[in-house]
């Protein structure tokens, strides 16, 4: 069993940046590929960001590509997603998953636990 719990989110102005963070607890927590989804308003939840439970493999959404970064440190049981160059499209749930492989995957159906979400708003 694992616990996710986001932070990090808040209102930014377009072209700002923000750094979400993911707290996993659970003794395996750190063998878990993670990954980050979004939804917005009025939208289905979709794929941000991956990565293996080693971190060596990262997968990004085309439309975060070259503006985020997914990164972990294994010691503190903790996943980033570092957002920049924000636009008012980003705003949404942001949700940590946990998969219960070391591959990371990019359908929702794909991991096992989620977080509870914090929410990022970016303003025009």
């Known amino acids: 069993q694992v616990s996710l719990v986001e932070s990090g989110g808040g209102l930014v102005q377009a072209g700002g940046s923000l750094r979400l963070s993911c707290a996993a607890s659970?003794?395996?927590?750190?063998?878990?590929?993670m990954g980050w989804f979004r939804q917005g308003p009025g939208k289905e939840r979709e794929f941000v960001a991956a990565?293996?439970?080693?971190?060596?493999?990262?997968y990004y959404a085309n439309s975060v590509k070259g503006r985020f970064t997914i990164s972990r440190d294994n010691a503190k049981n903790t996943v980033y997603l570092q957002m920049a160059s924000l636009t008012p499209e980003d705003t949404a749930g942001y949700y940590c998953?946990?998969?219960?492989?070391?591959?990371?995957?990019?359908?929702?159906?794909?991991?096992?636990?989620w977080g509870q979400g914090t929410q990022v708003t970016v303003s025009s």
């Open positions: 998953a946990a998969r219960s492989r070391a591959i990371p995957g990019t359908r929702s159906y794909e991991f096992d636990y």
């Open positions: 659970g003794r395996t927590a750190s063998s878990y590929a």
């Open positions: 990565t293996a439970a080693s971190g060596s493999v990262t």
